[in-house]
């Protein structure tokens, strides 16, 4: 009895149990963007905040303990209330680590991955945090040389920290192919890489070499991962081009430091214009993104692209966009190829949420694109919910954005004898059916005749299989709404449209190569 109570009161254990929970607390804390969720189940203290606090207060706890425990002069880790107390630590301190491992479990890699940015975000203050205790605690632990070994680590760590923030360590590189995205008005040249920089451009047209950057009246722009820049149509067509990047280590207002840079390979960049063209669709790949290239492997050779929004659960960091669209695109058109976008729900979430479609190249992310005999009507039909959801956390205003789209469409005029409309959301304006129907009724005046969705992860047509559907499929006849597979589960599911004079061919397989649909259906 005895030995089981001292086991408790020993340094090593309450240093193990503060490292566990400071842990613990860590990576709780990086899944805050889904706080929201626990919030009803936890009506104490402000919920998960007040959780948080909690976890916070057992840190101080454990600190406390093992504080009196090295530099009391008297043993009170000997009475039994520092053993209650320790007993509490410990319980707590377990259950925490199960509980955190079941968050990690069931919140899948999509939320994990970007719990792993919050807590990148919080490593600095985690660092610290840990530097402190060991000066606090440890430094006037030790004895003789351990001290001074103590100590010389630490100054050996802050000095490492400190050069790595003059001089990162991390050499500097493209991230993928570039994404070529088609503006409506231009096309927007957007590549990524691993740290911030400047971003160019390289070409020749009509015999000139052409540098063109990424700037802002007329300054080069040097603050971001991604690079867009905007090169008009001609200069681009049947043409080659390399993208290429400086690194920017910091900026003053009398010169700055600049690190390597580096270029790309050339490419040789194709758009279809002609009477066949195809065009690989990929929607709701939610980080997933070897399952989505392997689908869109199956289907063979395509001209262009269309993303159909939802790359990750959010947009919290300029990270994801980086690594799931732009990178991810630039990979499927092997910056040969354009690409057309329309915005999913998931992309309207997040603090980089604003920063999107100025790093993108848009100006605002509804637009048409003509090609040859075919024009896309895109769309941004924005979130799926009311405004007033907490999901969005007092944040959005998409009403007021899909009234301006819908007064925006109802001047659109559009020559092209075949017309295709992009929507992430098929209803387009989900939470307000009036404002929907304003828009498909504009469809019909255009000639709208296929719409192109995605946002449930089912590949088929719609057909009726609600009230909603079937009251859609009454007033449009006309009009054939398909909706694209992208992940569910275990499986991802990529189309791939073929449009001719005769009609669209509509093919689908998921990553291990079955196929899920191939129907042809005329103009």
């Given at each position: 009895?005895?030995?089981?109570?001292?086991?408790?009161?020993?340094?090593?254990?309450?240093?193990v149990?503060?490292?566990?929970?400071?842990?613990?607390?860590?990576?709780?804390?990086?899944?805050?963007?889904?706080?929201?969720?626990?919030?009803?189940?936890?009506?104490?203290?402000?919920?998960?905040?007040?959780?948080?606090?909690?976890?916070?207060?057992?840190?101080?706890?454990?600190?406390?303990?093992?504080?009196?425990?090295?530099?009391?002069?008297t043993?009170?880790?000997?009475?039994?209330?520092?053993?209650?107390?320790?007993l509490?630590?410990?319980?707590?301190?377990?259950?925490?680590?199960?509980?955190?491992?079941?968050?990690?479990?069931?919140?899948?890699?999509?939320?994990?991955?970007?719990?792993?940015?919050?807590?990148?975000?919080?490593?600095?203050?985690?660092?610290?945090?840990c530097?402190?205790?060991?000066?606090?605690?440890a430094?006037?632990?030790?004895?003789?040389?351990?001290?001074?070994l103590?100590?010389?680590?630490?100054?050996?760590?802050m000095?490492?920290a400190?050069?790595?923030?003059?001089?990162?360590?991390?050499?500097?590189?493209?991230?993928?192919?570039?994404?070529?995205?088609?503006t409506?008005?231009?096309?927007?040249?957007?590549?990524?890489?691993?740290?911030?920089?400047?971003?160019?451009?390289?070409?020749?047209?009509?015999?000139?070499?052409?540098?063109?950057?990424?700037q802002?009246?007329?300054?080069?722009?040097?603050?971001?991962?991604?690079?867009?820049?905007?090169?008009?149509?001609?200069?681009?067509?049947?043409?080659?081009?390399?993208?290429?990047?400086?690194?920017?280590?910091?900026?003053?207002?009398?010169?700055?430091?600049?690190?390597?840079?580096?270029?790309?390979?050339?490419?040789?960049?194709?758009?279809?214009?002609?009477?066949?063209?195809?065009?690989?669709?990929?929607?709701?790949?939610?980080?997933?993104?070897?399952?989505?290239?392997?689908?869109?492997?199956?289907?063979?050779?395509?001209?262009?692209?269309?993303?159909?929004?939802?790359?990750?659960?959010?947009?919290?960091?300029?990270?994801?966009?980086?690594?799931?669209?732009?990178?991810?695109?630039?990979?499927?058109?092997?910056?040969?190829?354009?690409?057309?976008?329309?915005?999913?729900?998931?992309?309207?979430?997040?603090?980089?949420?604003?920063?999107?479609?100025?790093?993108?190249?848009?100006?605002?992310?509804?637009?048409?694109?003509?090609?040859?005999?075919y024009?896309?009507?895109?769309?941004?039909?924005?979130?799926?919910?009311?405004?007033?959801?907490?999901?969005?956390?007092?944040?959005?205003?998409?009403?007021?954005?899909?009234?301006?789209?819908?007064?925006?469409?109802?001047?659109?005029?559009?020559?092209?004898?075949?017309?295709?409309?992009?929507?992430?959301?098929?209803?387009?304006?989900?939470?307000?059916?009036?404002l929907?129907?304003?828009?498909?009724?504009?469809?019909?005046?255009?000639?709208?005749?296929?719409?192109?969705?995605?946002h449930?992860?089912?590949?088929?047509?719609?057909?009726?299989?609600?009230?909603?559907?079937?009251?859609?499929?009454?007033?449009?006849?006309?009009?054939?709404?398909?909706?694209?597979?992208?992940?569910?589960?275990?499986?991802?599911?990529?189309?791939?449209?073929?449009l001719?004079?005769?009609?669209?061919?509509?093919?689908?397989?998921?990553?291990?190569?079955?196929?899920?649909m191939?129907?042809?259906?005329?103009?």
């Open positions: 009895m005895k030995e089981k109570k001292s086991f408790l009161t020993r340094i090593p254990t309450l240093a149990l503060l490292f566990l929970m400071t842990c613990g607390a860590s990576i709780y804390h990086a899944f805050r963007e889904v706080w929201v969720f626990y919030d009803p189940n936890l009506v104490f203290l402000g919920g998960a905040v007040g959780l948080f606090l909690v976890l916070l207060a057992v840190i101080a706890l454990l600190l406390a303990l093992l504080w009196l425990r090295l530099n009391a002069k043993p009170l880790y000997q009475k039994r209330g520092f053993r209650i107390l320790a509490i630590a410990l319980i707590l301190t377990v259950l925490v680590c199960l509980s955190v491992i079941a968050i990690c479990v069931f919140s899948g890699p999509e939320t994990n991955r970007v719990m792993l940015l919050y807590l990148k975000k919080d490593l600095p203050v985690i660092l610290a945090f530097a402190a205790v060991l000066l606090l605690i430094v006037p632990a030790c004895k003789g040389k351990g001290r001074h103590l100590a010389g680590a630490l100054a050996v760590c000095a490492g400190a050069l790595w923030q003059i001089f990162p360590l991390l050499p500097y590189r493209i991230l993928s192919d570039p994404l070529v995205l088609d409506g008005e231009d096309y927007a040249v957007v590549f990524a890489t691993n740290a911030k920089g400047t971003g160019f451009v390289e070409y020749s047209f009509e015999g000139q070499d052409c540098t063109v950057y990424a802002r009246s007329g300054r080069r722009i040097g603050d971001r991962m991604i690079h867009s820049i905007r090169v008009p149509y001609e200069h681009l067509k049947n043409n080659s081009y390399a993208v290429g990047s400086t690194r920017v280590l910091e900026e003053y207002s009398y010169g700055s430091r600049l690190g390597k840079t580096v270029k790309s390979d050339r490419y040789a960049f194709r758009a279809p214009e002609g009477e066949t063209q195809t065009y690989l669709v990929v929607s709701d790949w939610h980080s997933y993104l070897r399952q989505a290239e392997t689908a869109a492997k199956q289907l063979g050779a395509y001209d262009a692209v269309l993303l159909m929004g939802d790359p990750t659960a959010g947009m919290d960091f300029e990270e994801e966009a980086a690594e799931n669209l732009v990178a991810f695109g630039g990979r499927l058109t092997g910056g040969t190829m354009p690409a057309i976008y329309a915005r999913g729900n998931h992309e309207t979430r997040g603090a980089f949420t604003d920063e999107l479609p100025d790093y993108l190249g848009f100006d605002q992310l509804y637009y048409t694109v003509e090609r040859g005999p024009a896309f009507l895109v769309l941004d039909s924005g979130e799926d919910k009311p405004d007033d959801h907490v999901e969005y956390g007092g944040m959005t205003d998409y009403q007021r954005s899909r009234e301006e789209m819908a007064a925006w469409l109802a001047g659109v005029q559009i020559t092209a004898p075949h017309v295709l409309a992009l929507s992430h959301v098929w209803q387009v304006s989900e939470p307000k059916p009036e929907s129907r304003a828009i498909w009724d504009d469809f019909l005046r255009l000639g709208v005749r296929f719409e192109i969705s995605g449930t992860h089912a590949c088929r047509f719609l057909d009726g299989a609600s009230e909603e559907e079937q009251a859609y499929l009454d007033a449009y006849p006309s009009i054939t709404t398909y909706l694209d597979g992208g992940h569910s589960g275990k499986t991802y599911v990529a189309s791939r449209l073929t001719s004079p005769d009609g669209v061919r509509f093919e689908a397989a998921d990553q291990n190569g079955t196929r899920v191939d129907r042809t259906l005329p103009w």
